[in-house]
C-alpha cells in the first residue's frame, strides 16, 4: 500500500508541474496522505483530477496545445482510475457474497 500511495503523490507533483496556475500548482503539489485502501486512495486521486479539470476550464484565457493534451491525459487517468474502482467494489461484493454463502 505504501508503494500505491507513492504513486498517487508522484502523480499529484507531475501534475503540478505540468500545470501553469499558481493556485493549482498549491493544491496538487500537497502529499496525499496515508490511505486505509487502495480505493479511497483512488477515491482521493479522481477528486484530485476532476478539481484540476474544473480549473483548467475556469481559465480567462483560452487553453494552449499543451494545456489540451494535459486535459486529455488526465481524462485516461480518470476513466482508468474509474475502471479500477469498478473492479474493486464488484470484487468486494462478490467477496461478501461468497462469505455469506460459508
Sequence with gaps: MGEFNEKLTQTGRVLAQNQHSGSLSAKISLEVPMMSTPAAAIKDEVRLLIDIQIETFRQPTPLTHSQLREYHYRSEKLKMLCHELNRIGAR??????MERAS
Design 92 to 97: 468486494n461484493v462478490l467477496e461478501q457474497r
